[in-house]
C-alpha cells in the first residue's frame, strides 16, 4: 500500500481479495470508531471527577464497538475459561493510559493489540509478539490522531471531528536512524542498571562537546504519546529496567503495551528491545498475563548501541572501565 486516503478506504484497499484480513480490517474499523467516542468522553466537563469511572466507561466502549469482531480483555489475559472458540481474533486493550491524570488535562491513550484465538475446542490466546495480526494507539488532545500497522508499515490519521473520520496524514511512517531526541525520566537514575546510568551519561557527555544542545531530553510519562513522537519526528523512549537484577526487570505490560507498541515501530523502521533482545522474539510462558519488561524503543542506531551497552555490561558483571573514560562516544 502506497497511497493514503480515509481511514475505511485504507483497509478495504488492504483486505481486497483475502478473506482472511477483513475480520481484522472490521476489527480495526470498529476499534477507529470506539476512538472517536472515547474522545468525546475526555472532553465531558467532569470526566476528571472520577477518572477509575472515565477508564471502566471507555473500556465499556471499546467493548461494545468491537465484540462482533474479537474478543475483548483489558490488560492481562485471562486463562482459557473466558476465551470462546468464535470470533477469532482477540482484541487485548489499554483503554485509557495516564487516566490518573485527567484531574489536570494529561496526556492520554488507547493501545490495542489484535492476536489470534487458537486451539478449536480448547481456546486460548495465542500472545506472541510476531503472532500480532494488527496493532494500534490512539492519542487524545488537541487532536485526535491514531497510528496502525498491519504488517505492511506504519501509518498515522487525524480525527476530522467534522465527519467523524480518521484522514491519512501522508505516506507510511519512517523512524530516522539517527537521533538527539530522547524520553526517558531521569529522576529513576538512581534505579537503573549499570549499563543503562553508564549510557546517559555517555550521552550526556555529548553535549560537552563543540555543538551547543546536541542532545536533547524530556519526559512525558505517556506511552502513547512517546510512541506518536517517535514515529512523527524520531527519537529513542526508554522505559528501562531498574534495580539491580540486571536487564530483564521492567515496568511496561509486555502483551498489553510492549508487543503492540514494538510492532508499531519495527514497522516504521526503528526498533524495539527489552534492553537485549527484540521485544517481539520475547517468550511468553502461558498467555503473558502479568509479564513485565523494560522497553526501549526509536531510531535503529540509537537502540543498536543501548543493546552494546547492556550485553557488554550484562557479559562483564559489574561496572567497566569501558564506561567510563572510554566509551563508545568517546575515543
Known amino acids: 500500500m502506497h497511497r493514503v486516503d480515509d481511514l475505511p478506504i485504507h483497509l478495504e484497499r488492504w483486505a481486497s481479495g483475502d478473506p482472511t484480513r477483513a475480520p481484522v480490517a472490521g476489527a480495526l474499523l470498529a476499534f477507529a470508531s470506539a476512538a472517536v467516542a472515547i474522545a468525546e468522553l475526555v472532553r465531558k466537563p467532569n470526566c476528571s471527577q472520577d477518572p477509575p469511572a472515565t477508564r471502566r466507561e471507555a473500556l465499556e466502549i471499546l467493548q461494545s464497538s468491537l465484540h462482533r469482531h474479537a474478543q475483548v480483555f483489558f490488560g492481562d489475559v485471562p486463562a482459557g475459561p473466558a476465551l470462546q472458540p468464535s470470533p477469532g481474533l482477540a482484541a487485548i486493550v489499554q483503554p485509557l493510559t495516564n487516566h490518573d491524570k485527567l484531574d489536570f488535562n494529561g496526556p492520554l491513550g488507547t493501545i490495542v493489540s489484535l492476536v489470534p484465538v487458537v486451539g478449536g475446542d480448547a481456546p486460548r490466546i495465542d500472545p506472541r509478539g510476531r503472532s ?36 491519512g496524514t501522508g505516506p507510511r511512517r519512517a523512524v530516522p536512524p539517527k537521533t538527539n531526541r530522547y524520553a526517558l525520566n531521569t529522576a529513576h537514575q538512581g534505579d537503573w542498571n549499570i549499563a543503562i546510568r553508564d ?26 504519546l512517546e510512541t506518536f513522537q517517535v ?90 572501565p569501558l564506561f567510563g573514560t572510554r566509551g563508545f562516544f568517546r575515543p
Open 132 to 167: 500480532q495480526r494488527a496493532a494500534a494507539i490512539v492519542s487524545y488532545g488537541a487532536r485526535t490522531d491514531l497510528a496502525l500497522t498491519v504488517g505492511e508499515g506504519t501509518w498515522v490519521f487525524d480525527l476530522d471531528a467534522a465527519t467523524g473520520r480518521f484522514v
Open 199 to 224: 549510557y546517559v551519561s555517555e550521552l550526556l557527555a555529548r553535549n560537552a562537546g563543540p555543538i551547543p544542545n546536541a542532545v536533547t531530553l524530556h519526559w512525558t510519562n505517556s506511552l502513547v
Open 231 to 320: 514515529l512523527t519526528r524520531g527519537g529513542v523512549c526508554m522505559y528501562p529496567s531498574e534495580g539491580a537484577a540486571g536487564c530483564n526487570v521492567g515496568c511496561v505490560s509486555l502483551v498489553s503495551e510492549a508487543n503492540p507498541i514494538a510492532f508499531l515501530v519495527e514497522q516504521a523502521g526503528g526498533r524495539a528491545i527489552n534492553s537485549m533482545d527484540p521485544i517481539l522474539d520475547l517468550e511468553v510462558v502461558g498467555e503473558g498475563g502479568g509479564v513485565r519488561t523494560p522497553l526501549i524503543f526509536g531510531a535503529r542506531e540509537e537502540v543498536d548501541l543501548i543493546e552494546r551497552y547492556c550485553r557488554t555490561s550484562s557479559a562483564l558483571g559489574t561496572h567497566s
